[in-house]
């Protein structure tokens, strides 16, 4: 996965500032501070504040991760358009997660911004009532060196220059350790536990250090071991969970420190991480040690992925504090939340009356916390949409807004669902309450522009659709629907100019190319007729309903009504009832008649 923020002369995007240059033991080597970034003091791991789609959201730095992902949970709560990523997964501690994919109209961290984005998504555990987090690794920061000052909650980024073989922990000149770093999926590197030398992956996503239980019984500590105790639960990606033990071993020794004595949870953490390729069973290859963001919060660690080093000091208090917690049974009831039928809910592929019956037994079940139980009435209210029964999806929908009041995607599911009844009032209403809570969805403001347009309130509407494509220029039926509303509100040479221009960078063969290229006088009715024929049947009907809409739209325009109506009837029975033609055509029809 390519970096969101793309590194210039060893800045990130948004980040210009070439701070004040440090001496790092050498005349030639300039290592030079880009920026620092506070770190939010309320998280026991790294991590900032950012903002997607203009809603606050912590944004973990997550070395223990190869690129980027969104927590399912943040998704859920943001109101992300999501989509099914058939066949894929990401594989954590907690065995398997399928993957999303969500879309992101904008995302903010520091000065960087980042737009259109896709970013997978995948379940940290089964419980989706987590608020979830945006976890940035190690692609982000190839490019540069990454210090971690946990003990003064400060993340700062470096350009190192001519600094080949210079030591680069700049606040203790001869006094800090250095150990050699590999970047392979994760950042490797050696430990030794009980003089045994073992693998670690630094990962300041993991809030404690673990070790596996292997690599534990070869240093001599098993569960059996005089002096062990329960270590808690074990969580990742994935659903399932792992009990750990804390166990006192003799040493612990990275580079030139070795802390004697110390308490550290292990656990057969790659328990659940076997896949399988064909019929033969496989298990990717994983370390021997997680080390944690606990021995950041002790230390001041500044890594260089170019010079393949991480430099570090110890600053203070108990390295692995290995506080015990719950066992993975007491956990159960909020392991259970993702079950096989809030799972099977959830998915949009199913067939709909199997989607309803999983739905309604999750719902049936009581184990589903407020957050969970909302999302799940969401998912049946859209299911039942799909079954063309709007009362029963609205009637779900409610109890979504009831259980939370503060998604978006709640009013605006319900409010499409007042719009196939008919009701646009309703449907406007729950679309304006929708976008107060998120103003950054283009589809918001283009449903609600074009039922404004149904109710023959073109001025309304103009506005809305003016917003969506400034969301999101590329959307071809947009810029189709602007050109109507500012016609028909009296502005029809600016609106052949601005549809000009603003279909400039759209593909000008692909449909609904041609329905512009008419618009804008190019072309007459039969060969737009002619235009929209295509050999897949499903697709020519779409595409004639469409031309047929159009063109009655186009005589509309110009005041001939009878060959409006003539073309609009055609419309109303050609198109399929989901298209927004559709409905256009119907409520044209009905005000013609009047």
Not at 416 to 423: H, I, L, N, S, T
Not at 468 to 480: K, T, V
Not at 514 to 535: M, Q, R, T
């Amino acid at each position: 996965m390519n970096s969101a923020f793309t590194f210039v002369a060893a800045t990130a995007v948004g980040f210009t500032l070439a701070g004040p240059v440090l001496g790092a033991g050498s005349q030639q080597c300039k290592l030079i501070k880009i920026d620092e970034w506070p770190l939010n003091n309320r998280e026991s791991r790294p991590a900032i504040d950012g903002f997607i789609n203009g809603q606050k959201i912590v944004v973990l730095l997550d070395t223990g991760m190869p690129g980027a992902l969104l927590e399912r949970g943040a998704a859920l709560r943001l109101g992300l358009a999501r989509q099914q990523l058939r066949g894929s997964g990401v594989l954590g501690i907690g065995g398997a997660s399928h993957s999303e994919l969500a879309f992101i109209d904008e995302l903010k961290i520091g000065r960087s911004v980042r737009r259109n984005w896709r970013l997978e998504t995948a379940g940290v555990g089964p419980n989706e009532d987590a608020s979830g987090n945006l976890l940035l690794g190690l692609e982000f920061f190839k490019d540069i060196e990454l210090e971690f000052d946990l003990p003064q909650n400060m993340l700062r980024l470096f350009q190192a220059k001519d600094c080949d073989g210079v030591s680069l922990a700049y606040w203790a000149p001869g006094a800090a350790s250095e150990v050699p770093i590999k970047v392979d999926f994760h950042l490797l590197l050696t430990v030794e536990i009980n003089g045994k030398r073992i693998t670690a992956a630094l990962d300041s996503g993991a809030s404690r250090s673990d070790v596996t239980s292997g690599e534990a019984a070869r240093a001599g500590v098993t569960p059996e071991s005089p002096g062990v105790t329960a270590g808690g639960c074990v969580l990742g990606f994935g659903r399932e969970g792992v009990d750990s033990w804390i166990g006192q071993f003799e040493t612990f020794a990275i580079g030139n420190e070795v802390i004697r004595n110390p308490k550290i949870h292990f656990a057969d953490l790659w328990k659940y991480t076997t896949y399988t390729v064909g019929r033969m069973p496989r298990r990717p290859i994983v370390e021997d040690m997680i080390l944690g963001a606990d021995f950041l919060r002790t230390h001041r660690v500044l890594i260089s992925q170019r010079q393949g080093k991480m430099y570090f000091t110890y600053t203070g208090g108990t390295v692995f504090p290995a506080q015990p917690g719950k066992p993975c049974k007491d956990l159960l009831p909020v392991l259970a939340q993702w079950t096989p039928d809030v799972e099977q809910c959830a998915k949009g592929g199913e067939p709909t009356d199997a989607r309803i019956a999983a739905c309604t037994r999750a719902i049936a079940s009581g184990k589903l916390s407020s957050k969970n139980l909302g999302v799940t009435y969401n998912n049946r209210g859209n299911a039942w949409g799909i079954a063309g029964q709007y009362d029963k999806a609205i009637a779900d929908f409610d109890e979504a807004i009831r259980l939370n009041p503060q998604d978006a995607p709640n009013y605006g599911i319900r409010g499409y669902a007042w719009y196939r009844k008919g009701d646009y009032d309703r449907a406007i209403a729950d679309y304006g309450e929708a976008i107060r809570l998120n103003p950054l969805r283009a589809d918001y403001y283009f449903v609600r522009g074009y039922t404004q347009f149904w109710l023959a309130r073109f001025a309304a509407s103009l506005p809305d659709l003016t917003e969506s494509l400034r969301l999101n220029p590329d959307q071809s039926y947009a810029i189709i629907w602007r050109y109507l509303a500012q016609s028909r509100s009296g502005e029809p040479e600016l609106a052949k100019s601005e549809l000009s221009e603003k279909s400039g960078p759209l593909d000008k063969v692909k449909w609904p190319a041609p329905v512009i290229d008419f618009l804008l006088g190019n072309s007459d009715p039969d060969a737009l007729l002619k235009a929209a024929e295509h050999p897949d049947a499903k697709i020519r009907r779409g595409q004639v309903c469409e031309a047929e809409f159009y063109i009655g739209e186009w005589h509309l325009l110009n005041l001939r009504l009878k060959e409006a109506g003539d073309l609009l009837s055609r419309a109303e029975k050609s198109c399929p009832k989901a298209f927004v033609e559709y409905e256009g055509a119907v409520a044209e029809l009905r005000r013609i008649a009047k």
